[in-house]
């Protein structure tokens, strides 16, 4: 309890049952602190009632009926408006007071509890953290209100509106689909309310104009190839991450966060790292050594833990560490190949794919998923990887 709210809230600290397992303490935690922060923020005169948090502060008086409650919310508002039809602000507060008496309706979540909520229930990587935080701050400060319950159907169509006029179609319905899903936590927590973004992301399925353009984009003669034989690199303390970019197609990530006890005689190993997590779970393989960057890595296995630390970065989001590695080596990288990290894994797939390799082996190489359910079945030919490897230059 924040010290210049304990008098006026009359306690020193909150303690609450945390239930007789570690996923009733983790389902409890979000109400809590919705109903804390509450508590802090009257105590603070910070606080404005939302007619839905007089409804639940109101739904244990055994006297009252839902129809009572809804008038109680807001006595301003009718139940119809002028034309005779039901007004939908109060069919809102009496649906939730229905669902208050019927047991369903829960609590109410603040932002923070709402990401507290989504995050004990998803466990995401911290990047995908972050990528909630902004979107739900955004859309919040678009709307102009302050708890997530009080956002309606139809500022979520404006929002996505307006999306589309400030970056790309699939840029606007990552936003949604990060916002749907925090809804989904929303309506599945609170136990009443509308999932105001259901659908929405599905309507920004990329157009065949796009899809068009695209395949006219890939049907040009687009070249990653480096601007120097790779032997010949120097300038950088990071080569030898270009090289392992060069002959194994990796994530910039993978590589920059390579630790001396995943490298071996003849492979480099992609595990999870608490530090660094990866793409999906088929980022998780073995990739053979090039015979050519044998004598790059001999002198990587000698220590142990990361081989270049220094290109982690962290920063805080929302009170969650989101670690990064290897932003800061894409312009040494431009300077000194020629090309972007990026580009290294597209020669890679590309040079496998002209020399008419099985696709499906080389998704796997790659970290990406098999083409289908029926192309995931069987085992790994590890010496048909060795050859594929082997036929780089």
Known sequence: MPKDCRIKVGKNKWTEPGGNTLNEARAKVPSFLARTDAEIAEARGELQITNQERVLRQGNDPELNALDLAELANPRVGMYLDDGSANPEFESMLAMAEALKAGKARTLLSTEGLLQARRLGREPAPRTFE???????????????????????????????TLLTRMSRSSAKTQLAYLAGLWSTLVEKQGTGEHIFKGLPGTLDETTKAKALRAAQAKRNRSFEPSSPWNTWTGSTYVPVFQLLYFT???????????????????????????????????????????????????????R??????????????????IRWGHNVAKPCKKVTGVRPKDFRDRFVTALRDQDFNDTNIRRLSGHSSIDVHSSHGGKNWDKYVQMINSLN
């Open 131 to 161: 990528g909630w935080v902004k979107a739900l701050n955004a859309f919040m400060a678009y709307t102009g209100k302050s708890k997530p319950f009080e956002c309606s159907r139809a500022d979520a169509v404006a929002y996505k509106d």
């Open 305 to 322: 833990g990361h081989v270049w630390p220094q290109l982690m970065t962290i920063t805080k989001t929302a009170g969650v560490e989101v």
């Open 249 to 303: 197609g990796c994530r910039l990530a993978e590589v920059a966060a390579l630790r001396a006890e995943d490298i071996y005689d003849d492979y480099i190993s992609v595990e999870w790292q608490e530090e660094r997590s990866l793409k999906t779970a088929n980022s998780v393989r073995d990739i053979p050594l090039h015979p050519s960057l044998v004598p790059v890595v001999s002198s990587l296995r000698e220590g």
